[in-house]
Antibody, heavy 119, light 107 residues
Framework: EVQLVQSGADVKKPGESLKISCKGS????????IGWVRQMPGKGLEWMGI????????RYSPSFQGQVTISADKSITTAYLQWSSLKASDTAMYYC????????????WGQGTLVTVSS | SYELTQPPSVSVSPGQTARITCSGD??????AYWYQQKSGQAPVLVIY???KRPSGIPEKFSGSSSGTMATLTISGAQVEDEADYYC??????????FGGGTKLTVL
């Protein structure tokens, strides 16, 4: 069974750093892309970026380029989304999801990680 | 980013057919995908490549695409189908984008 299990909710202060995770299991982790999707409170879904764990090829949406870093450690079948300096506007639910290619759909999703940034 | 336009809301009575549209300039050449997101849950893929239904998705969900518009149809909609529905596709360069979402109300 394909599963993507994300790290738990986190509360941070503005300016702090954060790295959230997404562990894949039940499939060949290195042959599918893992993407990240943001959902701000009461809003829609936004495509942030995607990584191919096989060779770490990474693509970003222009809206998120330079704002976040996506990485993966194939030895532990885990992808990451990180911020170096959080802002209040980063408060959102973040989902990881699996895709057969950067321009195709997400077929399996993680349960989401709620990130709250507040002073 | 590439714009996919959906109506903010659609409302039907139980048992009626709900149709949710998504318009985008590249839909004549790019596939549309549809996600269902119930309150407090992660999205679920209900239609891929315009018309295909993933395993486990009821036959009441169907998709079509013509010209610059893709349509998700929910036949015999019930209260349990109430959710936000998002279309998803790519621009001419392959950059993905979600539509703004449509809230389906069944009452």
């Amino acid at each position: 069974e394909v599963q993507l299990v994300q790290s738990g909710a986190d509360v941070k202060k503005p300016g702090e750093s954060l790295k959230i995770s997404c562990k894949g299991s039940g499939y060949s982790f290195t042959t599918y892309w893992i993407g990240w999707v943001r959902q701000m409170p009461g809003k829609g879904l936004e495509w942030m970026g995607i990584i191919y764990p096989g060779d770490s090829d990474t693509r970003y949406s222009p809206s998120f380029q330079g704002q976040v870093t996506i990485s993966a450690d194939k030895s532990i079948t885990t992808a990451y989304l990180q911020w170096s300096s959080l802002k209040a506007s980063d408060t959102a639910m973040y989902y990881c999801a699996r895709s057969p290619s950067p321009s195709r759909h997400f077929d399996y999703w993680g349960q989401g990680t709620l990130v709250t940034v507040s002073s | 980013s590439y714009e996919l336009t959906q109506p903010p809301s659609v409302s039907v009575s139980p048992g009626q057919t709900a149709r949710i549209t998504c318009s985008g300039d590249t839909l004549p050449k790019k596939y549309a995908y549809w996600y269902q997101q119930k309150s407090g849950q992660a999205p679920v893929l209900v239609i891929y490549e315009d018309t295909k239904r993933p395993s486990g998705i009821p036959e009441k969900f169907s998709g079509s695409s013509s010209g610059t518009m893709a349509t998700l149809t929910i036949s015999g909609a019930q209260v349990e189908d109430e959710a936000d529905y998002y279309c998803y596709s790519t621009d001419s360069s392959g950059n993905p984008s979600f539509g703004g979402g449509t809230k389906l109300t069944v009452l």
